[in-house]
């Protein structure tokens, strides 16, 4: 989610070559890639903080049943439909990165991408941990049917009782929630999800309203079940 520096002046004659190249192209029909999947975002862009994550995770089961490879080009995205492909560029080295999206992920406000070990090295932010990018889906080789529908996560608890109580409060504005848990290398969690929505506008508008009533910091991720 780069901009391109102007190059130098060309010389005249180069310069007449390249409009006829121009002209001629425009003169020619060009096939556009044809999406598939209706609403599926190619060409999504996003710009943020990317973080990676490693040994602690390494055979685990990612969120699409794959075991996770560290050394494998791959990542997590809280919303981005699994089996998504994006280009991934540093916006402090330029370098550049393809990775699979097959798992969810970072579960940390401000973050949008938790790259593998392999994508972290392949952009060098690996001794910093964090960096800013840019990511743009170029392509999908996921099932139309595994995109799922979006929910509003606003917490996540080692203890089930503190999950409880706030899925009381939050779910007499949204009826459609959920207390799920996840088995990480640090524990068990409890996390809390609200509603069940479509499109993205709609799921940031509920967590935006949740945020204001109930003094959260919520954020929105797909549903793959």
């Known amino acids: 989610m780069r901009l391109v520096p102007l190059s130098k002046l060309t010389p005249l004659p180069i310069i007449v070559i390249g409009l006829g190249a121009v002209l001629y192209q425009g003169c020619t029909t060009v096939p556009r890639p044809v999406n598939r999947f209706p609403g599926y975002p190619i060409g999504f862009v996003e710009r943020g903080m990317a973080s990676w994550y490693g040994p602690g995770f390494h055979g685990n089961k990612t969120a699409n049943g794959e075991r996770y490879d560290m050394y494998k080009l791959t990542a997590a995205h809280r919303t981005l439909p699994l089996g998504s492909v994006a280009v991934v560029h540093s916006l402090t080295s330029g370098r ?91 524990g068990r969690r409890y996390r809390v999800q609200i509603g069940r929505f479509l499109t993205e506008s709609e799921a940031q508008m509920a967590a935006l309203r949740l945020d204001r009533t109930f003094s959260l910091q919520s954020y929105v991720v797909r549903d793959d079940g």
């Not at 060098?124 to 990511?135: F, I, P």
């Not at 999908?140 to 929910?151: A, H, S």
């Open 96 to 186: 550049h990165v393809t990775v699979r999206i097959n798992d969810r992920g970072p579960f940390a406000r401000g973050r949008i991408l938790d790259l593998s070990l392999a994508g972290a090295q392949a952009l060098g932010m690996v001794g910093n941990g964090t960096d800013q990018v840019e990511l743009r889906v170029v392509s999908y080789n996921g099932r139309p049917e595994g995109m799922g529908v979006l929910r509003v996560q606003v917490g996540a608890f080692a203890d089930l009782q503190n999950a409880r109580a706030l899925f009381a409060q939050v779910q007499q504005d949204f009826t459609d929630g959920r207390i799920i848990h996840v088995d990480l290398p640090e």
